[in-house]
């Protein structure tokens, strides 16, 4: 079977506090099924095509960083696009890169329950951005399905359990408000959610 590859957009480096713990290099691919209406990366694609990299040739181009992944408890994070179409590639790169490197994973979790159990043993923690847990929001938002991103957040909450899982939910300008966002945040604590982040989407002419 081929090899998988890794859509590459974008590598960030020394990044702190923003995803994930330590010191992390942000991992952008292309790719996601989701249609969201202020997302930025159709943009940067147009900008910059996608570069198709095997996991042996990512992890040389972020291996620079190892001391400060060591050092901090830090390591990489996968971004999109959609981190998890790329499943079978973080598991390769999990068996590639060094033990001591958290890996770790922002999703929309609008993937199938497949691709997700991949993941699973391949990712330290996620980092899922819900959108919103109301169904009608999230399907104008996004285009996509809301059961599924349900579905997919239950089973992964009983596979890796609260403290490796944060879960953003986000102010989305003309779509949502403050109100819906404490309503999708009292849903996800009644969940089991403990790691929540409420934030507000910024949008970017
Ligand atoms: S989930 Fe993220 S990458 Fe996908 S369309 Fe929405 S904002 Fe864009």
């Not at 620079?64 to 981190?83: M, N, P, Q």
């Not at 993941?119 to 009608?136: L, Q, T, Y």
Request: proline share 5%; aromatic share 8%; glycine share 8%.
């Amino acid at each position: 079977m081929a090899e998988a590859l890794f859509p590459l957009l974008r590598i960030a480096r020394l990044r702190m506090g923003s995803d994930g713990a330590g010191i992390t290099t942000l991992i952008a691919g292309a790719g996601c099924p989701l249609r969201c209406r202020w997302c930025i990366n159709k943009r940067l694609l147009r900008e910059a095509p996608a570069e198709p990299l095997t996991a042996a040739e990512l992890l040389e181009r972020v291996r620079i960083d190892d001391l400060y992944f060591r050092a901090s408890g830090g390591g990489v994070t996968f971004g999109g696009g959609e981190s998890l179409l790329h499943a079978a590639f973080l598991r390769r790169f999990r068996e590639l890169c060094p033990s001591e490197w958290r890996i770790c994973a922002e999703t929309s979790l609008a993937v199938s329950p497949e691709l997700l159990s991949l993941s699973v043993g391949a990712v330290d923690s996620f980092i899922v951005d819900c959108k919103d847990m109301d169904a009608d929001i999230y399907r104008r938002y996004t285009g996509g399905d809301p059961d599924l991103m349900r579905e997919n957040l239950r089973f992964l909450l009983e596979a890796v359990g609260p403290e490796r899982l944060l879960v953003r939910v986000p102010l989305i300008p003309e779509y949502n408000t403050k109100e819906d966002q404490q309503r999708s945040a009292a849903r996800l604590r009644g969940m089991g959610i403990t790691q929540l982040e409420l934030f507000d989407y910024v949008i970017r002419a």
